[in-house]
């Protein structure tokens, strides 16, 4: 028995040359997640990272763990096909708004609604950046792509309430230029059982740059953003001046003062309400930020192997051979 | 009373074909498998055809609602569910309507006449009733008022007019076990067995069958029971199986002797189905089945599970294939072990979803983007198809690749004598996981096989990254180096023609050489197999190749088809095999073309054998109208 690997980053990176552009938001995710893995106390081996297609599906190859480069939007039904079958796996899914939300928008729901035992990690940078430059489905109502030249007519989704809709047992979002946002978060992703799902905005420096410095610049976020810590008032600005109240007239939250009955966060809270009601927070209101929602909930991948192990006490044929012989049989002399 | 004893106890007979048609809500397929177990039972050799509408219940009393279930069983070798019914019984003037060309002249027919009233002969078009018209009149006739009678034996067990009157079905089955003279005890247990639950159904169901064949031997002045000697079939063991049941179970063995998990990722196709069905049942066998949201998950989540060690399988028809295309591409890529089965049915798109077709044959082996061998294999029968599936199994996991079986919907939903396998002698099937590090690469290549390393993931110092990019020839890492692309393009192809070599010699049925040899695939070999055997008693020198191995081809293919003058490939499609065959050997041949979804006839296979044997070669083109390159 080990009781502590002597893992340390550097045997989390590949051999494998890194080719995002310079500037991709996702080398500090890269980075991020590979100081994060010696954390995990789980071996190398027994790790697997799973993505699909698009920038943040070449993740996997930077990873020095098991690793699957799928193809577009199937990212998380391959995962399902491993963890099910390899329940003592670690199984990661990278993916991004396009590969995650659009192609593979089916599976990701099933992934979340099924609760499968992965960590998922949705790299959002609202556009398509392998494919160079094309309205993603979280893109913003009318804007302008090489796609959508007068700009966008399709409204785009959250991720967050997407994911929520489908009954998510774990929520949470941060952004790639907080590092030490994104570990902590990663970290409680790492040690949720069922499907974490993270979204990380990850800027796009060549075909969407400064997607979200409205929301995370230096000089806007303490105003724009709200950092979520369970059981704690919600509060933010710089000086946390200002607190989430609830909309006494509707089922909405509003902003307040900080003191006076500020809501207290309580990502544990059985109904999925306050969390959808954080989700789809967005300006004027500050965008929630950390863990929405973490509650337990039973995986798919345990209760297939409970079944098996329920099926072996029933009766029934217990070799190939008895089985074979089932049903309506002769026999010719 | 003397008179009747005068007579004969029975008539020998050495086959019958029997077909039991009715509205889908009838109980027509229940019906008939009732009796094809029966026949199993009692030793008869048999093969049938089960033949149902799409809906589950299309309007009653139309001809769009008919559902029918054929047998043909005897006391010799049987091939095929058969081509005239010598008993058609019609629960309705639909059923009438529909199969009463197909009956035998002079067979008999068996119609519940308390159907035939005038609506429900207006509605399937019937100007006056057929029962008073003549029409009949080449046929040997039964009318009975099953309604009446099924009603009366059921009296004073409580069941409601509609309840009662569902008995009828089994009043039919007993009607046809007296004309057949067979025994009613076993199917009495049957009964009981299957309605244990609602011993009330159980008792109700007894009575009608027992009123049916106490009907049968009342008005015995209609007919002398007919008696099908058992066929004498080799000795062993029997299990009376139908094709998706056996599927599955050749699945399951190939799982248990090669110590893998077994792990299928599968969406609720028709007539694929039935196979999810039975693999769910068989959990203690390491065998776990996931049912996915789509067509395209069931196969990633198969290829993530043999990814992870286990044997991924997933199995659709047609339209579900087309759904997985890409990740089968994917799977050839990775070159991990991967079962994918097409239970075939009438296409394009939605087209026929309960009749049977073969037409998916270029879709399996030319189907995908880029350069994308994958192995095709085809099953024959209802019990060829387990050796066919462990066969597949064999293949994917010896090779490392994805293999591509192809059944259809007469094979899935048919039934035949099976004699179970010896297990031990099953061959054994070594996975061969890589569990060393030293000097690993991804795909560093078995010299003989040309398969790569299966790593299971947790084995230390083997971690290493795959997918659908190309692949370096070695390490497996990316490469867009053109030579290496080029490289790999061949050695995917190599390592899929090698698996030819692990094949047994072809085995021909009938004649070595000769006029014709007849080369057939997939659930057309019944009819085939029947064609050949009495084209040889009419004289003509003959052969019948059935192709299991559909890619790569078998390697003597070539060579035993030129022992003959003329080939001959009978299809359920518009000469797929033969374009097939002509591109890849070479080969010409005469096509026989019948996109009807139902099988073969063995007479139309018998024509065609008799006149290309009497056709000199240049004429063909013109007596074959519907070869696809004429089309083109």
């Excluded at chain 1, 697997?48 to 990873?63: D, E, H, L, N, T």
């Excluded at chain 1, 060549?206 to 919600?234: I, T, Y």
């Excluded at chain 2, 769009?64 to 019984?89: M, R």
Aim: overall charge neutral; charged content about 20%.
């Amino acid at each position: 028995m080990t009781a502590l690997l002597p893992l340390t980053k550097k045997d989390f990176v590949s051999d494998q040359e890194v080719r995002w552009c310079p500037g991709c938001a996702d080398f500090a995710i890269l980075a991020t997640v590979q100081k994060l893995m010696p954390e995990l106390g789980v071996p190398r081996e027994n790790i697997v990272f799973v993505s699909g297609i698009g920038c943040s599906s070449r993740f996997p190859y930077y990873m020095n763990t098991y690793g699957f480069h799928g193809i577009h939007g199937r990212a998380p039904a391959i995962a399902t096909g491993l963890k099910m079958s390899r329940p003592d796996l670690q199984v990661w899914v990278v993916t991004g708004d396009g590969d995650g939300l659009s192609i593979g928008g089916n599976h990701f729901i099933h992934m979340i609604r099924r609760n499968v035992d992965l960590k998922v990690l949705l790299f959002d940078n609202r556009i398509y950046g392998l494919t160079k430059g094309q309205a993603s489905p979280t893109s913003e109502l009318g804007k302008k792509t090489k796609s959508t030249p007068f700009g966008t007519v399709d409204r785009p989704f959250n991720p967050l309430a997407v994911a929520l809709g489908a009954n998510a047992t774990f929520v949470a979002r941060t952004v790639a230029t907080d590092t030490n946002h994104m570990l902590a978060t990663l970290r409680r992703a790492s040690q949720h059982k069922g499907a974490a799902f993270v979204h990380i905005w990850q800027n796009c420096p060549v075909f969407n740059d400064g997607a979200f410095d409205l929301m995370s610049a230096r000089e806007v976020r303490d105003d724009q953003l709200l950092r979520l810590e369970h059981g704690k008032p919600m509060l933010f600005g710089k000086a946390k001046d200002k607190g989430i109240h609830v909309n006494k007239q509707g089922f909405a939250l509003e902003a307040g003062a900080a003191d006076g009955g500020a809501l207290v966060h309580d990502e544990t809270a059985s109904s999925p309400t306050l969390a959808m009601a954080l989700a789809n927070l967005e300006d004027p209101m500050p965008w929630a930020m950390g863990v929405l929602r973490a509650v337990p909930g039973p995986t798919v991948d345990e209760m297939a192997q409970e079944q098996e192990k329920q099926a072996m006490t029933q009766p029934g044929p217990t070799d190939l051979s008895a089985l074979l012989n089932q049903g309506d049989t002769w026999e010719i002399e | 009373m003397t008179k009747a004893a005068d007579r004969p106890s029975h008539k020998d007979l050495e086959r019958a074909v029997i077909r039991f048609a009715g509205d889908s809500g009838d109980g027509m397929q229940l019906t008939g498998t009732e009796f094809a177990r029966e026949a199993a039972l009692f030793g008869n050799d048999f093969a049938t055809f089960p033949d149902f509408p799409a809906e589950i219940r299309a309007p009653a009393g139309t001809t769009a609602g008919v559902s029918g279930y054929q047998i043909q069983f005897a006391n010799h070798d049987v091939f095929s569910p058969g081509d005239a019914p010598d008993t058609l019984v019609a629960m309705n003037p639909a059923a009438l309507k529909v199969h009463l060309e197909d009956l035998r002249k002079g067979g008999l027919l068996i119609v519940n006449e308390a159907t035939f009233n005038a609506s429900s002969l207006t509605r399937v078009g019937f100007l006056t009733n057929p029962l008073n018209d003549h029409s009949l009149d080449g046929y040997s006739v039964m009318k009975v008022d099953f309604d009446k009678l099924t009603l009366a034996a059921v009296d004073g067990l409580g069941l409601s007019q509609k309840e009662a009157a569902r008995c009828k079905n089994f009043f039919a089955l007993g009607l046809i076990f007296w004309i057949y003279g067979r025994e009613k005890s076993r199917e009495e247990k049957f009964i009981a067995e299957r309605f244990k639950k609602t011993p009330q159904f159980s008792e109700a169901n007894i009575r009608a069958f027992r009123a049916g064949h106490a009907y049968g031997e009342t008005v015995e002045a209609f007919q002398t029971p007919m008696h099908i000697a058992p066929a004498k079939l080799d000795r062993g063991r029997y299990r009376n199986i139908g094709g998706n049941v056996a599927t599955a179970l050749g699945l399951v063995a190939a799982g248990q002797l090669s110590g893998l998990r077994l792990f299928l990722g599968s969406y609720p196709i028709t007539p694929a189905s039935d196979i999810l069905h039975e693999l769910s049942k068989h959990k203690r066998f390491g065998v776990m089945t996931f049912q996915a949201e789509d067509e395209i998950a069931a196969i990633c989540a198969a290829i993530g599970a043999s990814f992870g060690g286990s044997l991924g399988i997933t199995t659709s028809s047609g339209p579900g294939i087309a759904l997985k295309t890409e990740a089968m591409g994917l799977a050839l890529m990775i070159e991990l072990p991967l079962v994918i089965i097409n239970v075939q049915r009438g296409g394009p798109s939605t087209g026929l979803p309960t009749k049977t077709e073969q037409s998916d044959l270029f879709q399996a082996i030319y189907g995908r983007n880029g350069e994308s061998p994958i192995p095709v294999i085809a099953a024959r029968s209802p019990a060829d198809v387990f050796d066919v599936a462990f066969e597949a199994c064999r293949i994917a996991v010896e090779y490392r690749t994805p293999v591509i079986m192809l059944s259809d919907g007469a094979i899935a939903n048919g039934s035949e004598p099976w004699p179970l396998p010896d297990i031990s002698k099953l061959p054994r099937i070594d996975p061969k996981f890589r569990t060393d590090p030293a000097n690993f690469h991804a795909y560093q290549r078995d010299e003989e096989t040309l398969a790569r390393p299966w790593v299971k993931p947790g084995t230390p110092g083997l971690e290493h990254r795959v997918g659908g990019l190309e692949k370096d020839a070695l390490t497996g890492n990316i490469s867009y180096d053109a030579h290496n692309h080029e490289l790999m393009v061949h050695t995917r192809a190599e390592k899929v023609q090698r698996i030819a070599r692990s094949f047994p010699p072809s085995t021909i049925f009938g004649d070595p050489d000769g006029e014709v040899l007849v080369i057939g695939w997939g659930s057309t070999y019944g009819s085939i197999t029947q064609a050949m055997i009495e084209a040889r008693a009419g004289g003509i020198r003959c052969g019948h190749l059935h192709l299991r191995h559909l890619w790569p081809l078998p390697l003597d293919l070539m060579a035993i088809a030129q022992r003959y003058r003329r080939v001959l490939i009978p299809e359920m499609n518009t000469g797929q095999l033969k374009l097939h065959l002509r591109g890849q050997l070479g080969l010409e041949s005469v096509g026989l073309n019948k996109i009807q979804g139902k099988p073969f006839h063995v007479a139309e296979v018998r024509a065609a054998i008799e006149s290309l044997a009497q056709t000199p070669a240049a004429t063909e083109a013109a007596t074959h109208p519907t070869q696809p390159e004429a089309l083109a």
